[in-house]
């Protein structure tokens, strides 16, 4: 079949293969290609048993792939045919050398616009899917002009607000798609060809364009709002289990004001995920290299507050548990970050178990999507595995709620209760049971920012 468009994405991660999925089904007139250095990866999502979970994952992929949409790992052939370049590689912070710990890490996007001046046969138009730091654009223009073989490279700028778990609805029916270019006429004229490209299932209106640099800066900035509410409503949290304030009702009572909005106010034990801390860390670094000090020193708060909370959740287990955890057993339901994926990248549940060990408690840890991940991160820590979370709490002195994941409010805690130590402990790190059915049940209980309910 002759397609009308060659789209090519290179980096096949979590975003790359999501989003060139949905391209690939809501534009059954263009062929995509998602390009990766990793062959194994590349292989599992040639496979049935795909490199990620994501609720209604497999049925798009199932629907397009070996029709319009591939996997592959030759990354050259693919920039040579294509008329857009997606670029979707990992921007982890930086673990040496200047900024190490804060920065971005840009060898791999640098890899990747070198690659892109070399094996391009035709113009181009390459767009930044990746989060980048604000005028990256700039470096990648700079480097494919300088390779230039007398081919034209427009740069745009497409952040993804995609959130795991919600990934292929939030590409289905994005509440914006924003699209940064330059002003000439050949960069208006790109962005022209992508926003044509998502208006393919995107309502004109939601398609937001603007500068290069604004769109750069909007991605990070909306990761450091998202973050911030979280830090908010977490500090809260702390103030409220001081008080008896509950902060459920006070997340209500403030959400319910139009203006502030009731989303992204659950308080937790911390923040995960591969992106808020490192976004922030990045947008902190850029701040204090412009020599904004005072404004790198607020955005490093909402960090700093989350480090805090998730102490806090350890802390509070110890105190409970009469200030030793030493050989006693705890199991930890959840180790995603979030709940519907199984992606364990900065979870939470990564400093709770090492600070447990810490401790010499023993743990043991279930998940219903994150084990293979939990063992990998875990690797060499004495620690057990279990996918059932009946066996993972048998026995045990406490249950610790790390994931949001729905299996865990329907569980029959009865059951639970029997199997465990006496004293037993529930500590909720997502509010996510019912506090009062589980005092009852006979349960000590330590939700997050409200009165625990303890029988002694
Ligand atoms: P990921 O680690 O899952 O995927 C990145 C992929 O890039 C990996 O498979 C890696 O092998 C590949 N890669 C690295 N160097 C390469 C190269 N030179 N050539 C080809 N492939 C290469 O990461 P991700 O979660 O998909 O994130 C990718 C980018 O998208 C990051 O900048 C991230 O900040 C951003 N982002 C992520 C999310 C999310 O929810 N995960 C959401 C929005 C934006
Ligand atoms: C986040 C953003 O929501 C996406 O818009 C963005 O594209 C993405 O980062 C990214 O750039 O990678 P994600 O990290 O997948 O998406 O998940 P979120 O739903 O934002 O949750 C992040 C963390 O905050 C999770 O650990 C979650 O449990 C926690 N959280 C979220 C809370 O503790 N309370 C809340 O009210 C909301």
């Known amino acids: 079949m002759k397609f009308e468009k060659n789209i090519i994405c290179i980096g096949s991660g979590y975003v790359g293969g999501t989003t060139m999925a949905v391209i690939a089904a809501k534009c059954p007139h263009c062929r995509v290609t998602a390009v990766d250095v990793d062959a194994d990866r590349i292989a599992r999502w040639n496979s049935e048993n795909l490199p990620i979970y994501e609720p209604g994952l497999d049925d798009v992929i199932r629907a397009t792939r070996g029709k319009n949409l591939f996997f592959s790992t030759d990354i050259e052939g693919a920039i040579g045919g294509a008329d857009i370049i997606f670029v979707s590689v990992s921007t982890p912070t930086k673990s040496f050398g200047e900024g190490e710990g804060m920065a971005a890490d840009l060898q791999y996007w640098e890899k990747t616009a070198r690659l892109i001046g070399e094996a391009a046969r035709g113009d181009t138009i390459v767009v930044e899917k990746s989060t980048f730091p604000v005028r990256t654009a700039f470096a990648m223009e700079r480097i494919l002009s300088t390779i230039n073989r007398g081919l034209r490279f427009q740069v745009l700028s497409n952040p993804e607000f995609l959130a795991e778990g919600t990934a292929v609805r939030d590409l289905e029916e994005p509440d914006r798609v924003l699209i940064g270019s330059r002003e000439g006429p050949e960069a208006l004229a790109a962005r022209d060809e992508l926003v044509a490209l998502y208006e393919n299932w995107v309502p004109r ?252």
């Open 205 to 456: 209106e939601r398609i937001v364009t603007s500068n290069i640099w604004s769109a750069e800066l909007s991605k990070l900035a909306a990761n450091a709002f998202l973050a911030q509410r979280v830090s908010s409503i977490n500090a809260i949290s702390a103030f409220c289990e001081k008080t008896e304030a509950d902060v459920t009702e006070v997340a209500r009572a403030v959400g319910m004001d139009n203006r502030i909005g009731a989303k992204f106010l659950n308080a937790s034990l911390g923040f995960g995920g591969s992106c808020f801390k490192k976004d922030i860390l990045s947008l902190v670094y850029l701040c204090r290299c412009y020599g904004l000090n005072e404004v790198a020193e607020y955005w490093n708060w909402v960090v700093r507050m989350n480090e805090y909370q998730k102490n806090r959740f350890v802390q509070t287990m110890l105190t409970a548990m009469f200030n030793t955890l030493a050989g006693k057993k705890v199991a930890l339901f959840g180790f995603a970050f979030k709940a519907d994926t199984g992606d364990t990248r900065e979870t939470p549940a990564i400093d709770v178990a090492r600070r447990l060990l810490a401790e010499h408690a023993d743990i043991t840890i279930t998940d219903p999507k994150a084990l293979e991940n939990a063992r990998r991160d875990l690797h060499g820590l004495p620690v057990t595995f279990s996918h059932d979370p009946y066996e993972a709490a048998a026995g045990s002195d406490a249950v610790a709620v790390v994931t949001d994941w729905n299996l865990y409010r329907t569980l029959d805690y009865e059951k639970i209760f029997e199997s465990m130590n006496k004293p037993a402990f529930v500590f909720d790190g997502r509010n996510i049971l019912d506090h009062k059915r589980l005092f009852e049940i006979g349960f000590n209980v330590y939700p997050i920012g409200k009165v625990p309910l303890v029988h002694f």
